[in-house]
């Protein structure tokens, strides 16, 4: 009786010895293990939008005065950049702004003295063109109003893409063949095989100028000052392997 119990228990742990071996080599064989790449896209790319502006002003002790003369200006100012080429809808003026002027000085008995010295009107205009060539001519030559006695302030032109949501979508597509290239590659020189996608994220996008010494920010960089950019983005994804 004794040896049928042991055997029945030899048995039984035999039984759950082999239940437990294959356990393990089951989900051994469930267990995947994660390869972690990054991947990179570069564009280079010319601007295809110029926005540029510039300001002019004038100052009168009379208000009424002073807005006919910044009224006379604005209209010499818009027959100027007609006359260049620039189309009326590329063309916004902006509500004009009235700032009250003064100067202080202390007499020879150290008596403070503020004096009103007029209004000043300043119009500003902004152009936004396509045509990004004529409008950088314009800029160059925008001194050429002083001739007509008008003090034009001119800021640099600012350059952007009009097609940069359809060149992200390109870059995105790029930047994850590219990981799963080195993803591959790493997985053949170790003899594994690479599975499918587990997790992907993507970095934000940095546009500089090109060949420029711009540093890459947390947020991302977007020149404007440049018309020849450079357009990157990372992407860091993880693969099985098999």
Do not use: C
């Amino acid at each position: 009786m004794k040896n049928q119990l042991w055997s029945i228990f030899i048995g039984l742990a035999f039984i759950i010895g082999v239940y437990i071996a294959a356990q393990a080599v089951i989900h051994r064989n469930k267990d995947t293990h994660t390869i972690h790449v990054k991947g990179m896209s570069q564009r280079n790319f010319t601007s295809d939008l110029i926005v540029w502006q510039g300001s002019f002003s004038r100052t009168d002790p009379d208000l009424k005065t002073a807005y006919q003369k910044i009224a006379k200006d604005r209209k010499v100012v818009e027959k100027y950049l007609l006359d260049k080429g620039i189309k009326p809808d590329e063309i916004i003026f902006a509500a004009v702004d009235v700032t009250t002027k003064y100067h202080s000085y202390y007499d020879k008995d150290d008596n403070y003295h503020r004096v009103f010295d007029g209004y000043q009107l300043t119009q500003n205009v902004k152009i936004m063109s396509k045509d990004v060539e004529k409008v950088e001519q314009v800029s160059r030559e925008i001194s050429e109003l002083i001739d007509k006695g008008i003090y034009f302030i001119s800021e640099p032109p600012k350059y952007y893409y009009t097609k940069l949501s359809e060149l992200k979508l390109e870059m995105i597509a790029q930047a994850t063949k590219n990981a799963r290239l080195r993803a591959e590659n790493i997985a053949k020189n170790t003899g594994a095989k690479l599975g499918k996608l587990k997790q992907a994220n993507l970095g934000v996008f940095q546009i500089t100028g090109q060949y420029s010494d711009e540093d890459f920010t947390w947020g991302g960089t977007f020149n404007t000052s440049s018309k020849y950019k450079t357009a990157t983005v990372t992407l860091t994804a993880d693969f099985e392997i098999k």
